[in-house]
């Protein structure tokens, strides 16, 4: 039959070729083929991590690894346990491309630029014989009872297997919700917040090491690195946030309040100590004597916003500035007004709902011989290479599914 291949998998990204590799490698006589709407594929992979490319994150344990999903922490568990971080890294070293573990556990090719990891799908995919056709735009699906017509910007093609890899694009995602499937409503996730405030207005750049912020009137909660910017915040302990409440925020319409503990003790012991500084520093200058390991400069604002003056010395100062203080520094309240795009990674949260695949398969529940793999599916997670492995994990579990049928 013209234009007939055993499977098609739409979407030329992270998960598309990552699939069509595995596969193709493991049944040489069946044909596969990539459909890609654009001139070139894998554009994502090449602006990752800041043209860096954060393939996947040293954790070991399927059960630590899982923490990091806000959606799919139950779901993939399972597949995880058939393909981790550790396959990933095996992976690609067994075609040359040898990847490193930087400080917080981010791993990076070691040339440290994602064309390697480009150069070594696209040699694969050729060595495979996978066929890939760019230009073409999937338009329409159709599930018969034995196969699939799929229409393209370029025309009509069937097959037998067809695999979801277009990431989150939401003609797709309709044209899955026509055939069947429900769709979470996509929203952002992994963004900063904006906060004007005049305690952080002249400081972009300042990092406090290790913070907790608390999102008021909810459970939300992250610890870790915060990093002052010219608009807000970002960094570790507000990126967490943004995808753990990346569903909460688009309903606030981005408009919330947050609770900083910078130094994070409680506020009675941080008064105990700054309390006994009026004794053991009394003829310093309060705002040149900087504690708890905090940058100077962030130091200095949190002891004007708590009434401080710049002459003051620690014998100068009455009770209610040393509370004051002790609240800035343990319990101070921004008002966040918006988001902003962190330009390293950014990932759509919703998509195919997940009780609708099968996680041993990879393929849907709904529609037999329908496979998903990557950001089409209601998963995402924080920043650090995990959703990367997200889509190498669905890839190969496809790939495996496909081969065994
Ligand atoms: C700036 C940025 C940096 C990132 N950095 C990292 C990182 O360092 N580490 C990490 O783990 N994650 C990172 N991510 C997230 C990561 O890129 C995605 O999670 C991952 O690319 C998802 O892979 P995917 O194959 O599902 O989708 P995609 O990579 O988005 O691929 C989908 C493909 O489908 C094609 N397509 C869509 N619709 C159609 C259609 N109708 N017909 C034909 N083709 C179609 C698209 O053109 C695209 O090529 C980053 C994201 C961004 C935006």
Known sequence: ????????????????????????????ERSVTILERGKEGLQKVKISGGGRCNVTHAEFMPSELVLNYPRGEKELLGPFHSFMTGDTIAWFEERGVDLK??????????????????????????????????????????????????????????????????????????????????????????????????????????????????????????????????????????????????????????????????????????????????????????IKSAQFDLPKRLWKQLVLAAGISNSERWADINKQQLEGLADQLTKAVFNVTGKSTFKEEFVTAGGVDLKEVNFKTFESKRIPNLYFAGEVINVDAVTGGFNFQNAWTGAYIVSQSITKT
């Open 1 to 28: 039959m013209a234009n007939y291949k055993d499977i098609i998998i739409i979407g030329g990204g992270a998960a598309g070729f990552f699939a069509a590799i595995n596969i193709a490698k493991e049944n040489p």
């Open 101 to 286: 573990i930087e400080e917080d556990g981010r791993m990076f090719p070691v040339s440290n630029s994602s064309q390697t990891i480009i150069d070594c799908f696209i040699s694969e995919a050729k060595m495979y014989n996978v066929e890939v056709l760019y230009n073409h735009s999937v338009k329409t699906l159709d599930a018969r009872a034995t196969d699939f017509i799929v229409q393209t910007s370029q025309g009509e093609l069937t097959c037998n297997k067809l695999v979801i890899a277009t990431g989150s694009n939401p003609k797709i995602w309709k044209i899955l919700n026509d055939l069947g499937h429900t769709i979470v409503p996509p929203v952002p996730s992994l963004f900063t917040f904006d906060i004007k405030d005049k305690r952080i207005k002249d400081i972009p750049g300042v990092v406090a090491k290790n913070v907790e912020v608390k999102v008021l009137g909810t459970d939300l909660v992250s610890e870790g690195p915060l990093l002052i910017t010219h608009v807000g915040m970002s960094a570790p302990a507000i990126l967490k946030l943004s995808a753990f409440g990346a569903v909460e925020f688009a309903d606030l319409n981005y408009n919330f309040k947050i609770e900083i503990n910078f130094i994070k003790q409680d506020t009675e012991s941080c008064l105990n100590h700054i309390k006994a500084l009026k004794y053991t520093l009394a003829k310093k200058s309060v």
